[in-house]
T-cell receptor, first 115, second 113 residues
Framework: SQELEQSPQSLIVQEGKNLTINCTSS?????LYWYKQKYGEGLIFLMM?????EEKSHEKITAKLDEKKQQSSLHITASQPSHAGIYLC???????????????FGKGTLLTVNP | NAGVTQTPKFRILKIGQSMTLQCTQD?????MYWYRQDPGMGLKLIYY???????DKGEVPNGYNVSRSTTEDFPLRLELAAPSQTSVYFC????????????FGEGSRLTVL
């Protein structure tokens, strides 16, 4: 079973539109990461959220962590073609509250931005 | 700055052959990871290491082996290649899991026929 579920699986938006990608964990979150991948390339780190209610921004991308819901959302404002790619959420699969450094990822959300 | 370097970038294997994917990093990172990425499946963790001499299994370790004799190198070994191991493999490293920032290599595309 997938411990990190992302929705939607894919998304097509018109340039300039806002969008949201969600990541839900089936286990307690002790930290959640967002990465972006361009086709055929490695992943690029966007941001990490550690505390419930925490919100961070990277250029026009904002992410929030809802610890109670074990969920994070990534919001892109005024999307541009440069935002296109695969967005993946990742988490440290800690057990018992301690970090075991086992960093795993969801399946990703494929974002297409049409000019 | 080289960062995380993976070799080879592309390889075709026959069923039953063996090979090693090389990964080296020059950032003195303790933590290193091997992932495989299949279409629509995100990244699956194969093995990881928290320091030289220490390795542990990830989500999909079967059919693979690793070693970590130095801080810099973390090779991934496929002993008896199977078509199910056709995938893109990524190596990554980080100085601290508290930052959440993994540095990824460019990937190695492996095809088993």
């Amino acid at each position: 079973s997938q411990e990190l579920e992302q929705s939607p699986q894919s998304l097509i938006v018109q340039e300039g539109k806002n969008l949201t990608i969600n990541c839900t964990s089936s286990k307690t979150l002790y930290g959640l990461y967002w990465y972006k991948q361009k086709y055929g390339e490695g992943l690029i780190f966007l941001m990490m959220l550690q505390k419930g209610g925490e919100e961070k921004s990277h250029e026009k991308i904002t992410a929030k962590l809802d610890e109670k819901k074990q969920q994070s959302s990534l919001h892109i404002t005024a999307s541009q073609p440069s935002h296109a790619g695969i967005y993946l959420c990742g988490a440290d699969r800690s057990e018992g509250g301690g970090s075991n450094y086992k960093l795993t990822f969801g399946k990703g959300t494929l974002l297409t931005v049409n000019p | 700055n080289a960062g995380v370097t993976q070799t080879p970038k592309f390889r075709i294997l026959k069923i039953g052959q063996s090979m090693t994917l090389q990964c080296t990093q020059d950032m003195n990172h303790n933590y290193m990871y091997w992932y495989r990425q299949d279409p629509g499946m995100g990244l699956k963790l194969i093995y990881y290491s928290v320091g030289a001499g220490i390795t542990d299994k990830g989500e999909v370790p079967n059919g693979y082996n690793v070693s970590r004799s130095t801080t810099e190198d973390f090779p991934l070994r496929l002993e008896l290649a199977a078509p199910s191991q056709t995938s893109v493999y990524f190596c990554a490293s980080t100085i601290s899991v508290n930052t959440g920032e993994l540095f990824f290599g460019e990937g190695s595309r492996l095809t088993v026929l």
